[in-house]
């Protein structure tokens, strides 16, 4: 159980492009999806926080304008880079915390690379 | 303010050796601890976890116990195996939030 899924796994687009990332719970209803960006070889830094039905909580620093999160069913959320540009290329990460279990527990996506050409 | 700081990578063993990867945090109320691993070009999957004082998390042969007193939760395994490779993270979760902090990471490298 406790499955989340992220599509694509890998995409590469061209500068000035938007791009859109799906993660969804395959098992679980998700009450709060996460969105986290990693670096090559650094740790995972949280971009925003959404739950089902309102918008997305941003953290400081991430233009929310930049990467618009959706969170439109209790198992899907998507992030969607706009106009993309190189310095967007990254790893983004989804997780999904299952209102049912650990308050603070959450389950990760498995990734999607994006490289911004 | 809350914050988890583990040692620095990469630690690199034998086959067999004993690991010991060191996590310390800092926070208020009364925190869950996490050890999560993230294999080369995955996600991150939960390792293990702990959500009082004295708690021991176990699984596939790591260990951590949640130590109060010394603020600390160390992932520890008697035996690596070549296959537990990868960057392993602790991370804490504040009784009053849903974000988890993440440390730094540590890259563990296990040679034959």
């Known amino acids: 159980g406790a499955v989340v899924s992220q599509h694509p796994s890998r995409v590469i687009c061209k500068s000035g492009t938007s791009v859109k990332i799906e993660c969804r719970s395959l098992?679980?209803?998700?009450?709060?999806m996460f969105w986290y960006r990693q670096f090559p070889k650094q740790s995972l830094m949280l971009m925003a926080t959404s739950n089902e039905g309102s918008k997305a909580t941003y953290e400081q620093g991430v233009e929310k304008d930049k990467f618009l999160i959706n969170h439109a069913s209790l198992t899907l959320s998507t992030l969607t880079v706009t106009s993309a540009h190189p310095e967007d290329s990254s790893f983004y990460i989804c997780?999904?915390?299952?209102?049912?279990?650990?308050?603070?527990?959450?389950?990760f996506g498995p990734g999607t690379r994006l490289t911004v050409l | 303010g809350n914050s988890v700081t583990q040692m620095e990578g990469p630690v690199t063993l034998s086959e067999e050796a004993f690991l010991t990867i060191n996590c310390t945090y800092t926070a208020t109320g009364y925190p869950s601890l996490f050890w999560y691993v993230q294999y080369p070009g995955e996600g991150l999957q939960l390792l293990l976890k702990a959500t009082k004082a004295d708690d021991k998390g176990s699984n596939k042969g790591f260990e951590a116990t949640y130590r109060k007193e010394t603020t600390s939760f160390h992932l520890e395994k008697g035996s690596v195996q070549v296959s537990d490779s990868a960057v392993y993270f602790c991370a804490l979760g504040l009784w009053n939030t849903d974000k988890l902090i993440f440390g730094t990471g540590t890259r563990l490298q296990v040679f034959p």
């Open positions: 997780s999904a915390r299952d209102g049912a279990i650990s308050y603070n527990e959450q389950f």
């Open positions: 098992d679980f209803q998700a009450t709060t």
